[in-house]
């Protein structure tokens, strides 16, 4: 029995542990008109149209991780669209100071309004990066919104990440 207490106390300090290597970030990406844009209409309803899009972003303010700023971000994703609404799905490389990588996957929800202006949220998550982002992991939300006729697009990033321990760390 106290060999199960011990090894159950020990598993919750290391997650205990892993829960406080969680580190806050958020930022701020400006997006004018994507680079590439192109929609399909499904054909099972009126106002069906699945969308492909590519662009690049700038950031105002960064995303700050590991002490590092973004530089750049460059997103593509899909959008079913029926009517007013529909789903978002994408993938995003942001480029540090460094030149060094991180990568995220996205997924949401948004509307169009009559007068054409997009707003949207979801949520997001770091699948991994290069060099000192090798092994970044980290999750948040969004929100976004884009000005009538295809106009700029903001969105706000808001979550926490965490980066592996530099091996030789974890063993004094």
Not at 67 to 74: I, M
Not at 79 to 92: E, N, V
Not at 111 to 132: M, P, V
Request: hydrophobic share 30%; proline share 5%.
């Amino acid at each position: 029995m106290k060999c199960t207490t011990l090894g159950l106390s020990v598993l919750l300090a290391a997650f205990a542990g892993s829960a406080l290597a969680q580190t806050p970030v958020s930022g701020t990406i400006k997006c004018p008109k994507e680079d590439t844009s192109q929609s399909v209409e499904v054909g099972d309803q009126a106002g069906h149209v699945l969308i492909l899009e590519k662009g690049s972003c700038s950031w105002n303010p960064s995303l700050e991780i590991a002490g590092l700023k973004s530089t750049g971000y460059t997103g593509a994703d899909t959008f079913d669209l029926s009517g007013p609404r529909g789903q978002a799905r994408g993938y995003a490389v942001i480029t540090m100071e460094n030149g060094d990588k991180v990568y995220a996957r996205y997924q949401g929800t948004g509307g169009i309004s009559k007068e054409g202006a997009f707003t949207g949220e979801g949520s997001w998550s770091f699948t991994g990066g290069t060099g000192k982002f090798k092994g970044l992991k980290g999750k948040g939300t969004y929100k976004s919104s884009r000005e009538p006729n295809n106009g700029p697009e903001d969105a706000q990033l808001e979550g926490s990440y965490s980066l592996p321990e530099p091996s030789g760390a974890a063993k004094k």
